[in-house]
């Protein structure tokens, strides 16, 4: 067997000497990654910035979820995009591992942009997307059923029991049930809020506003409507569902259903949110998308030179804006948008405030929820059930005391 | 009840009676009414799937089983998309859960024929420690296969991250475990003396696995095949997190 | 059992057969290619680090020669290939996560301290600095045919010069041919033999991005919009893990990830690396708030979730499995075929269908047993309908493997078992019971152990059904199984905590590890097993 051993050490010392180095070559191609709606937009573009520049594009389709829970994963191994699409509550969860490349846009380019957008996508001082969208919610109502807008809760209620005395339609208002997101509109309009804000309009983690008194009355008014049997305890598939049969007369939801009601054919019109008893008007939150740049890419330079100079224009931002079905964050692409729904959304946006993008917010979406699905479905008071509410998340944002110690310089 | 159970565990008909006695009938017209009780449970949701395709909304909530406005648009736009290969998909799917599912068959059927026939020094052990490693919670482990499958393909560039070569192997990696001892189970069943007279005629072990018990175990072959087929044709996490090519992606990451 | 096959005891087969020399030669020649790869593979491992995977990518091909050349350890060479890549895709992924249970790995703390540390050494815009008495510059960039360039510099005074690579500035471009016409910015339009560069241009060419212009003690690079004498911002000190930041004099010290100023607490270096912490994500997840909550009530339904999804699957896939299995069904492989194409669908998709069938208000499923029973069960909102929906969903979910496993396995049940049976007049019912399930769960336990551990972390159905509402506590909910509960608490702040997160996993594994091994000894699956033949 020695025989035969030497002889196996023999040979593979020969074929280790043969063996040879794969090297992987650095390319100067711009990835962006991209969901499905805007992926087709950027490749146009691509193709045409490569016939002007010789840059290779690639445009990369996922999830839009995904590009955060991905680039969490490759961004650190040195892979991932040059260029993603994001939303601006992902800013304290990626800039914590300076994931983000700051991006600086002249006057100029700047001035076109929302300020809320702008600002939304700031942290500490230091701007790091290029906004293309500002989402918020407003209110949906059938206009067979209900041909003005309503401009208080109280009178939502009264069309309500109207409609379900009449036979009108199924339902009035109908909700998506344990939606915290949703439910904000509503909890603003009566007084409530989640985090206060100091002067600067910076959200404030030490003052949780879930269980403050306009809080609580917020929900007490739904869990009202739900325990006189004016409102049904729906999800969200089903309230758009319902709404958009005709069965339910009014909803509170987002652009992204417009295609859906409007290729279903249901007469619909968009208006602001009702506001509260003391005449508090219901302030949505405000959701802004943007392009970002992975700060560990070999072509910052580059990609951001590419926003600035390609994606930033009417044209783009325009089509971007069509395809997303939401108003622009690009004021030129705006004005020159002819579809009312925007405008509505806008109107209805313009009492709105950012989502807070702090990264206690993340303590409280769960807890939040549940609690406004334990009061509507009576097993707690609303007072208990946001009192309760407050209480884990408050414990839990003091459980995480990382999140001081990662902010920025 | 007791017809039931009567026809349930006679596999075969009785060979003294006629294929059309009375009580062969009787237990015929039965299993196939459970059978057709059992296709409506096991189809009627498929029948919701293929309803909601064609429903233009996209939404399975109100509608019945045939969709109010029937409507070709999701058949088009999966098809005819460019950014969206999907014929492209499918094949890449196929492709990796075919070879994932022939060379799970054979890794895990070699394994299950040692462990079936030889004895060993750490025979109990390696089958119980291949059964336990298999029970450990697996979803945190995706990072670790991500930085693995990376630093593969740096130095063996067909292996790496956006390969079907490196996603098969990540899955073939699964392939020792259950595969195993269900196979073993039934190679326990193909009595020895067979093995025995092969032997005697001279034999090698593998000439034994190959041309004797390898046709003799077709079923449970396919039953691993299948499983193993479906495992990776339907598996949607490792696709999207591993593979972040277009032309590479498959049907469940698209 | 011993009616299967008897099994002659020690009748072994404990050597190959004896090697032909062609045979040999083949092995050594296999194993020589192998070994060579393994070495070079190694190598390469090692030049990159990854020393883990190369230990045991040592340790695989130390089993391969062994298997391969030593004869007593000939039945481990049918194992070979599964074992290796065992190992590879298994193993190594447990062995991180066991190791990153001992970390603070996640947001905040994402790269390994070199990842970072080099993160702030490379020369990229924010790493750079203008240090004191240099000036900094607005710039505009040019380029000639033959590939030189030359920056037109514009100083906050408002002076303007070229400069070239090598050569000293030039005031307003003094002895430059062919300046064309100032911008409102005040650079010129165009240079004779120049095309000025715009911002693309300048971003993509690799060149001008690393060239110095102007003469050595007054150098000038450029990065991002500014041109200057630009320095490195950082440095970094290995023996005492500090960065100094040059332009403010600060010195940053890692404490457990991050790098933090000596002086004030708060002032730390943006992003972080992932160290030891010791038995401190166990701490945490033993002292968290949150498991004091409603443990007790989630445990009992993990365990009655993973055993009722088993058992139901199993009942229901062996009923079909037996009502198939005879040969006076006709059209038989056509039918079995159509009962196993839900397991053809992807979960993801058959879960959301799932929970349109059974939505409370439209559900098609709730529409029509409220219009018979004029009640439908609320199976999102009530505890107890909603743990019987998941159920249903499991069930239906898993009962195609289950009557795939089972088909097999009775097949593997000889017919002549039966005819003995059949003449000591033993009826169906008894013949089932005394025959038919004992053979069955010798090749079958094992699986339905598996099954069990499976379902036991088995989120995914429940993530995708209804989330594991409807709730007890804002934090928990009547379907949450321990690993979806748990996970909320780890991913629960808007960040990822994989150091908490890997050791719940090892926690729940330890947990499944002890039932299974009393599984194994309760039902007698792992005698039976072992000793069978």
């Not at chain 1, 330079?301 to 997303?324: N, R």
């Not at chain 2, 060379?103 to 089958?127: C, D, E, H, M, W």
């Not at chain 3, 090749?443 to 007890?472: D, E």
């Amino acid at each position: 067997m020695n025989k035969h051993i030497l002889a196996v050490m023999l040979m593979l010392v020969f074929i280790a000497s043969l063996s040879v180095n794969f090297a992987a070559a650095q390319d100067d191609t711009l990835v962006i990654w991209a969901d499905e709606n805007r992926a087709p937009i950027l490749e146009a573009l691509g193709a045409q910035f490569t016939e002007e520049y010789g840059i290779p594009v690639t445009v990369t389709q996922l999830g839009f979820g995904d590009i955060r829970d991905q680039l969490i994963i490759a961004g650190p191994a040195g892979e991932g995009p040059d260029i993603l699409i994001g939303a601006h509550d992902w800013l304290g969860q990626l800039t914590a591992d300076n994931l983000l490349a700051p991006i600086e846009l002249d006057e100029e380019l700047a001035a076109q942009f929302s300020p809320v957008a702008l600002q939304a996508f700031t942290q500490d001082g230091v701007l790091y997307g290029v906004p293309y969208a500002v989402e918020n919610v407003a209110f949906f109502r059938n206009t067979e059923l209900v041909p003005d807008a309503p401009a208080t809760w109280e009178e939502v209620r009264q069309i309500s029991e109207e409609i379900q005395e009449s036979g009108a339609a199924q339902y009035g208002f109908v909700y998506q049930n344990g939606d915290p997101y949703h439910f904000f509109g509503i909890q603003s309009a009566f007084g409530g809020y989640v985090f206060g804000q100091d002067e600067n309009g910076n959200y404030v983690a030490s003052d949780l506003g879930v269980d403050s008194e306009g809080s609580v009355a917020a929900l007490q008014w739904m869990t009202d409507m739900v325990t006189d049997g004016v409102m049904p305890l729906t999800t969200g598939d089903e309230a758009t569902a319902l709404f958009e049969s005709g069965d339910a007369a009014m909803m509170i939801t987002g652009p992204w259903f417009l295609q859906r009601f409007r290729d279903a054919g249901v007469p619909f019109a968009i208006s602001d949110i009702p506001a509260g008893p003391d005449g508090n008007p219901g302030s949505p939150f405000l959701g802004v998308q943007a392009f970002m740049v992975n700060n560990f890419s070999d072509n910052v330079d580059l990609a951001i030179a590419f926003l600035t100079e390609y994606v930033a224009t009417e044209e783009t931002m325009v089509e971007l804006s069509t395809v997303g079905t939401r108003p622009s964050a690009f004021i030129p692409a705006n004005e020159v948008a002819t579809d009312p729904d925007f405008a509505a959304f806008a109107s209805a946006g313009a009492v709105g405030q950012p989502m807070p993008s702090i990264p206690e917010m993340g303590s409280v979406w769960g807890a939040w929820g549940s609690a406004i699905s334990l009061a509507l479905g009576g097993d707690n008071t609303p007072d208990e059930a946001f009192g309760a509410a407050a209480e884990a998340i408050r414990a839990e944002i003091e459980a995480t005391p990382e999140a001081e110690a990662t902010t920025a310089p | 009840m007791s017809e039931i159970t009567k026809a349930v565990a006679s596999p075969n008909v009785d060979q003294k009676e006629g294929y059309w006695s009375a009580r062969v009938t009787r237990e015929r017209t039965l299993r196939l009414v459970i059978i057709a009780f059992a296709l409506v449970y096991a189809l009627f949701p498929v029948l919701f799937i293929m309803s909601s395709s064609f429903n233009p909304s996209g939404s399975i909530l109100g509608q019945g089983i045939i969709p109010r406005n029937a409507s070709l648009v999701h058949y088009n736009a999966l098809l005819n998309s460019p950014n969206n290969p999907f014929p492209l998909w499918v094949w890449n799917s196929v492709k990796i859960s075919t070879i994932t599912a022939v060379l799970a068959v054979l890794i895990s059927s070699l394994s299950a024929y040692a462990f079936s026939r030889f004895r060993f020094k750490g025979r109990r052990t390696l089958l119980l420690t291949v059964f336990l490693i298999q029970v450990f919670p697996s979803t945190l482990a995706i990072v670790a296969i991500y930085l693995l499958l990376q630093t593969i393909g740096e130095i063996i560039p067909p292996f790496g991250l956006n390969t079907h070569a490196g996603l098969i192997l990540v899955y073939l990696g699964g392939a020792l475990g259950i595969n195993t001892w269900l196979m073993k189970g039934f190679f326990d069943t193909v009595p020895r003396e067979l093995d025995e007279s092969a032997m005697m005629d001279g034999a090698t072990n593998f000439q034994i696995f190959w041309v004797i018990i390898f046709p003799l175990v077709r079923p449970i072959l396919a039953v691993v095949a299948i499983l193993t087929f479906v495992g990776t044709y339907g598996d949607f996490i490792l696709p999207l997190v591993l593979i972040n090519e277009p032309q590479e992606y498959t049907l469940a990451g698209g | 059992m011993a009616a299967i096959s008897q099994p002659q005891k020690n009748v072994l087969y404990p050597s190959s057969t004896p090697a032909s020399p062609v045979g040999l030669i083949l092995r050594l020649v296999g194993i020589a290619i192998l070994d060579a790869f393994a070495i070079w593979f190694v190598s390469q491992l090692i030049a990159d680090q990854a020393w883990f995977l190369a230990f045991l990518v040592v340790i695989v091909t130390i089993g391969f020669n062994a298997f391969f050349l030593s004869e007593r350890l000939y039945p481990f060479r049918w194992f070979s290939p599964g074992l290796a890549l065992m190992i590879l895709m298994v193993v190594y992924p447990m062995v991180y996560t066991i190791y990153v249970a001992f970390t603070n790995y996640g947001t905040g703390h994402l790269r390994t301290q070199e990842q970072l540390v080099q993160s702030f050494l490379e020369p990229r815009g924010s790493n750079l600095y203008i240090p004191e008495g240099a000036t900094p510059y607005e710039f505009a960039a040019y380029r000639s045919e033959d590939g030189r360039y030359l920056l037109w510099l514009i100083d906050e005074q408002g002076n303007a010069f070229a400069a070239a690579p090598g050569e000293p500035l030039k005031a307003n471009g003094e002895g430059i041919e062919g300046i064309g016409p100032l911008d409102e910015d005040g650079f010129p339009e165009t240079i004779q033999g120049f095309e000025r560069l715009n911002r693309i241009q300048l971003a993509s060419d690799d060149t001008i991005n690393t060239q110095i212009f102007g003469t050595a003690e007054d150098s000038i690079g450029i990065s991002g919009r500014n041109a200057a004498r630009f320095e490195l911002r950082y440095s970094y000190d290995a023996a005492s893990n500090t960065i100094t930041d040059l332009s403010t004099g600060t010195t940053y010290t890692g404490i457990e990830g991050i790098y933090t100023s000596t002086t004030d607490p708060n002032d730390t270096l943006p992003g972080g690396y992932y160290v030891g912490v010791g038995l401190g994500n166990f701490i945490d997840l033993f002292t968290s708030p949150a498991i004091s909550g409603p443990l007790i009530i989630i445990f009992v339904w993990t365990v009655m979730h993973a055993l009722f999804a088993v058992l139901l699957t199993f009942a229901l896939g062996l009923s079909f499995a037996l009502v198939f299995n005879s040969d006076l069904v006709p059209g038989k492989k056509i039918l079995r075929s159509a009962m196993l194409i839900p397991y053809a669908i992807p979960a993801f998709i058959s879960v959301l269908i799932w929970r349109g069938l059974l939505s409370e208000q439209l559900g098609p499923i709730s529409v029509t047993v409220r219009d018979w029973f004029g009640w439908s069960p609320p199976w999102f909102t009530d505890a107890f309908w909603a743990r019987i929906g998941v159920l249903l969903v499991q069930m239906w979910l898993g009962f195609p493997y289950m009557m795939l496993v089972c088909m097999g396995a009775l097949q593997s049940i000889p017919s002549e078992i039966y005819e003995a049976s059949n003449v000591d007049g033993a009826n169906a019912w008894q013949r089932f019971w005394s025959l038919t399930l004992p053979l069955l769960l010798v090749s079958v336990g094992p699986i339905l152990i598996s099954s069990f551990a499976f379902n036991f972390n088995n989120f995914g159905v429940i993530r995708l059904y209804n989330q594991g509402g409807p709730a007890i506590t804002p934090t928990a909910g009547w379907t949450d199984i321990l690993i979806s509960y748990t996970y909320r608490l780890a991913f629960a702040a808007g960040t990822t905590d994989y150091g908490l997160a890997s050791a719940i996993t090892i926690v729940i594994f330890f947990i499944v590890l002890v039932i299974t091994v009393i599984n194994f000894r309760f039902t007698g699956a792992w005698e039976e097993v072992s000793q069978n033949v």
